[in-house]
């Protein structure tokens, strides 16, 4: 088998199994179906949400546009401070000392227990939930992208002011591409919490729109098909976008570079 087919199916066959036997096991009442409903089922009540007011609209492919749009600018808006504020931290001892007591009371607040005061503050709704989504992928990048510029071998550092090169440029052009190895696994990182805290926010801070507005709304329902299936869908999307689009950054640029192995 290739290569790269192996590295796709071999993963799918636990998974596989495992729905065969969760399939089994609810078609047989070795477990609850009303709790644990066969992945048949869940696979119908996703659809059924699909095509529920189609061709009008769907219902599904509204709350997965509402929470990718939530969650890219929220992320968006976290990297691009959080690389900024990285690479501030890393270069200059004051700006860190500045900074880091504030990091670090900060960041272990979970987002979730930010949402009241955020509602508080500005309603229910977008500007709550990319806020606070924003705050949980800032964290991550800015340690990661200050963990990389301080990793730099100062050698590098003299040899680019040595031939001429200004503050700014020392930034761009030495700083910045060191550090590209620890920034994308920061990304990452910084992706990963930004998805589940926006999910997590919906839960309690959107007004219609949204797979953590799903998710709750069909609990309060006790459709648990509706609740698997928005489960599975996050875990999808997620992949999707890790390996569409981080995943294919890292290839071009640190792998292709040596930085780091396949």
């Known amino acids: 088998m290739p290569r790269n087919l192996r590295r796709i199916v071999l993963p799918l066959i636990p998974i596989g199994l495992g729905l065969a036997a969760w399939e089994v096991a609810a078609r047989l009442g070795t477990v609850n179906g009303a709790l644990f409903p066969p992945p048949s089922t869940i696979l119908r009540e996703v659809i059924g949400l699909h095509t529920r007011q189609w061709p009008e609209r769907s219902l599904l492919l509204a709350h997965v546009a509402a929470s990718l749009r939530r969650a890219a600018i929220a992320c968006l808006i976290g990297a691009g401070a959080g690389i900024v504020c990285g690479l501030l931290i890393g270069v200059s001892r ?142 999808l999307l997620y992949l999707l976008v890790e390996r569409g689009v981080f995943e294919s950054v890292e290839r071009l640029t640190v792998r292709r570079w040596g930085m780091i192995r396949s």
């Open 94 to 235: 004051w700006v860190r000392r500045l900074l880091d007591p504030l990091i670090t009371v900060l960041m272990p607040i979970p987002g979730i227990a930010l949402a009241p005061l955020f509602i508080v503050w500005m309603g229910f709704g977008d500007p709550t939930i990319i806020t606070i989504g924003a705050m949980a992928s800032f964290f991550p990048i800015t340690l990661g992208t200050a963990t990389g510029v301080r990793s730099i071998d100062p050698q590098l550092v003299r040899a680019a002011q040595t031939m001429g090169a200004r503050p700014l440029g020392t930034l761009i052009t030495v700083y910045l591409p060191w550090s590209a190895g620890h920034l994308l696994a920061a990304l990452k990182l910084g992706w990963a919490r930004c998805w589940r805290t926006v999910i997590a926010v919906e839960f309690v801070a959107a007004a219609s729109w949204g797979l953590g507005y799903m998710i709750w709304d069909a609990s309060e329902y006790i459709r648990t098909g509706v609740v698997y299936g928005g489960l599975a869908l996050l875990m």
